[in-house]
Structures are given as C-alpha cells and as structure tokens.
C-alpha cells in the first residue's frame, strides 16, 4: 500500500530551524498535491502549506508564509517543509498529506516542539 514516512521533528529552541520531510512508495507521486498540516494541542487541525504536483502553485497559511517554505522533490518522491524563525506557537504535531483527486494519504505524525 501507500505510505508516506514523515520525519525532522524535534525539540528546538524559539528562533531555530527544522526541515520536515516525507517520503512515499506511491507511483502517482509526480500527479499528486502534497500538503502540510498540524495540529497543536487542543486546537483544530490546520493546512499549513500546500504544494501542486508540479510545485508551480504554492499556498500557506497566515502564520506559516514568510517564515516556511514547502518544495517537493518529484525525482526522489519527497515533500519537505522547512521551518524557520521557529515561535513556540508552532508547536504542534505535523502530517504529511498526499492528495490525487479526492483519494488521500497521510503520513504518521512528527512532533514539532519550540520551547526554550
């Protein structure tokens, strides 16, 4: 089956840096829109940047643009989210998200902690 395999998460101080990344086994990745989303404690999930299949249409949320920045690698079959200028308020768990047409796929998780 499909599997997407998130990882980068980790403990960093506020004002660092962190790049998530997500592989997957699927060979439709080239096709697919790769999104990341998070969740923090006790809050709703959110879409936090989102990719098109050629990476020609990129979107991110309010609190994510400027300081984040999503690519993806359709050679390798990789997305990656790199975060920079870290704020405690983005601590959060973070998904890796593959989407083709209304078909979705999603990776595990990874922690993202910003605390000092």
């Known amino acids: 089956q499909v599997q997407l395999v998130e990882s980068g998460g980790a403990l960093v101080q506020p004002g660092g840096s962190l790049r998530l990344s997500c592989a997957t086994n699927g060979f439709t990745f080239s096709l697919t829109t790769m999104n990341w989303y998070r969740q923090a404690p006790g809050k709703e999930r959110e879409l936090v940047a989102s990719?098109?299949?050629?990476?020609?249409?990129?979107t991110y949320a309010d609190s994510a643009r400027g300081r984040f920045v999503i690519s993806r690698d359709n050679t390798i079959k990789k997305a990656y989210l790199q975060m920079n200028n870290l704020r405690p308020d983005d601590t959060a768990v973070y998904y890796c998200n593959m989407k083709l047409w209304d078909n979705d796929h999603w990776g595990q998780g990874t922690q993202v902690t910003v605390s000092s």
């Open positions: 990719i098109s299949s050629a990476g020609t249409k990129i």
